[in-house]
């Protein structure tokens, strides 16, 4: 069946090191994979877009890998500061009939210690 | 840019009774999503519409859930009559490219407990 994993236990991390949040996938051939973040009482914001034939995207501090082979995205947060702490949420592209939809995964709780 | 826009934030209702929330997307944005949220999980998509018609409904259930889309412009989702597994956050988001493809903005939510 088709499944997408993030880690369900939280991730406590020091202020300054980096975060990496990761995204694994089974019986999914997607398009491309975006991750979001969530903070509570708050629908998700979008950070980035990776497609499939991109092996790795950067955004200021943020970065993102995509490995197809593997079938697994790597989301880092490099210089983590406190103000990043909050749900990150990996999102696939799957062809649902007419269009492409996201399929999201649970979410990874990022807690970053001052 | 005024983002997506939702209401009520918060809804209590008993079972059976009937709940409807509203969402107005961002200007020009012809994508429109309505998500469900159930506590620790990630958004599940309910609906799709494309302007004023529908892409994607293959997870609505369409027993106890409707959802229209009037003028290609503003939503409303209802659910008639609510369960008590219906209680979770209701998600709205809009995105610009048609076909569903690229990022989606979303609103607030809407809190729903079912009692």
């Known amino acids: 069946s088709q499944k997408i994993e993030q880690n369900s236990e939280a991730l406590n991390i020091q202020e300054g090191k980096t975060a990496t949040l990761t995204c694994n996938y089974t019986?999914?051939?997607?398009?491309?994979l975006q991750w979001y973040r969530q903070d509570p009482g708050r629908g998700p914001v979008f950070l980035l877009l990776?497609?499939?034939?991109?092996k790795e995207k950067r955004k200021e501090r943020l970065k993102v890998t995509f490995d197809t082979t593997l079938k697994q995205s790597l989301f880092h947060i490099t210089a983590s500061q406190p103000a990043d702490s909050a749900t990150y949420l990996c999102?696939?592209?799957?062809?649902?009939?007419?269009?492409?939809?996201?399929?999201f995964g649970t979410g990874t709780l990022l807690a970053v210690q001052p | 840019e005024a983002g997506v826009a939702q209401s009520p934030r918060y809804k209590i209702i008993e079972k059976r009774q009937s709940v409807a929330f509203w969402c107005n997307p961002i200007?020009?944005?012809?994508?429109l999503y309505w998500y469900q949220q159930i506590l620790g999980q990630g958004p599940k998509l309910l609906i799709q519409?494309?302007?004023?018609?529908?892409?994607?409904d293959s997870q609505l259930p369409k027993d106890r859930f409707s959802a229209e889309r009037l003028k290609g412009v503003d939503s409303t989702l209802k659910i008639q009559p609510a369960k008590l597994e219906d209680s979770a956050v209701y998600l709205c988001?809009?995105?610009?490219?048609?076909?569903?493809?690229?990022?989606?903005?979303f609103g607030p939510g809407t809190r729903l407990t079912v009692t």
């Open positions: 988001a809009s995105s610009p490219i048609a076909g569903g493809g690229g990022e989606q903005y």
């Open positions: 019986n999914y051939s997607p398009a491309y």
């Open positions: 990776i497609r499939e034939n991109e």
């Open positions: 999102a696939l592209a799957a062809y649902g009939g007419a269009t492409n939809k996201l399929i």
């Open positions: 200007s020009g944005h012809a994508t």
């Open positions: 519409f494309q302007n004023n018609g529908v892409v994607d």
